[in-house]
């Protein structure tokens, strides 16, 4: 082994080290914030009566199950490359599942949002608890179908005794037959171009109704900017779920940063979305600004009715 080699490990090492580091410690900090929110949600009893926050903690939810789980894979890739195949399996199901509900959430959230601002008057009645569970059941149900075929097609053409061998948590290493490379391709594509449709023809129906809008321009602007909000939060897990290709067409141009490219394209796919939605809620969101402010004022028992924004 010559001393360029060493230098090489070395600097590699380091470099595993401060990515780790980096993703860690804002993982731990966005998890943290969207902690505090939902802690704010189930402190005050005035979120659970309006569906567009029962949506907004579903996606927070969602939010954290998905950080937690795919730093910890990037993790493992590190700590433990070769992992046993059914921890895998169990692991990427799970992020699999929560990244797909992601987009059907933001969804769910703009249609909501469309029908208080074009159509207030049924509002109330299209728009209640039990419709809003209901929904976050279907989310949850479609999100998890795919992961769930893909599961029953390695069983089927596997022999048990692969899920007790160890390999490099990766999807494609687990779930590498023709029929997953097809099946994801066509229903990734079919389903963002769905939720796309979905998020520009609620915009644009808020947007022209804007000055016509029973609820006023005001609210109509603000939900205007949500939906545009949720859009960048929906370019971003569209990304995400053409990772793989993006990573291999850059890695393709620029072979000698490929690690680079890695870090990058997880940090941007991942981590940075999940800060998305405390920014438009926590942060834009009046009633909840003044109810988390309340939360934080040393466990303070006061119950103060503030306005609706």
């Not at 067409?249 to 620029?254: C, I, N, S, Y």
């Not at 991942?270 to 402010?293: A, C, E, H, N, V």
Request: with cysteine; glycine share 4%; proline share 4%.
């Amino acid at each position: 082994m010559n001393i360029s080699e060493v230098n090489k490990r070395q600097e590699f090492f380091g470099e595993a080290i401060i990515k780790n580091l980096i993703v860690v410690v804002l993982a731990v900090i966005i998890n943290s914030i969207n902690s505090l929110l939902l802690y704010t949600a189930f402190k005050n009893p005035v979120f659970a009566q309006e569906p567009r926050y029962i949506l907004y903690m579903q996606l927070i939810i969602n939010d954290i199950i998905t950080l937690t789980v795919c730093v910890t894979l990037f993790v493992f890739t590190y700590l433990v490359p070769n992992l046993n195949v059914a921890i895998c399996c169990i692991l990427i199901l799970i992020a699999s599942n929560v990244y797909k509900n992601t987009p059907l959430n933001l969804a769910g959230m703009a249609i909501e949002r469309f029908v208080a601002i074009c159509y207030p008057l049924h509002h109330a009645r299209i728009c209640t608890i039990q419709n809003t569970k209901i929904l976050i059941g279907i989310i949850w149900l479609v999100g998890a179908l795919p992961g769930i075929v893909d599961l029953f097609v390695v069983l089927a053409l596997r022999p048990l005794s692969f899920f007790t061998t160890s390999h490099m948590c990766y999807q494609q290493n687990v779930f590498n037959f023709e029929y997953h490379i097809i099946s994801h391709g066509v229903f990734n594509i079919g389903y963002m171009c769905s939720v796309w449709v979905v998020l520009f023809y609620t915009y644009f129906k808020v947007l022209f109704s804007a000055k016509s809008a029973a609820s006023g321009p005001a609210q109509a602007q603000k939900a205007r900017r949500t939906i545009l909000l949720h859009g960048v939060q929906l370019l971003l897990c569209t990304l995400s779920l053409f990772t793989t290709v993006l990573d291999g067409a850059l890695t393709a141009l620029f072979p000698y940063y490929q690690s680079v490219i890695y870090f990058s394209t997880f940090t941007l796919t991942s981590i940075l979305p999940r800060l998305l939605s405390p920014l438009i809620y926590g942060m834009r969101d009046q009633k909840f600004k003044k109810y988390m402010k309340s939360s934080l004022m040393c466990g303070s028992n006061k119950r103060a009715i503030y306005p609706s924004d």
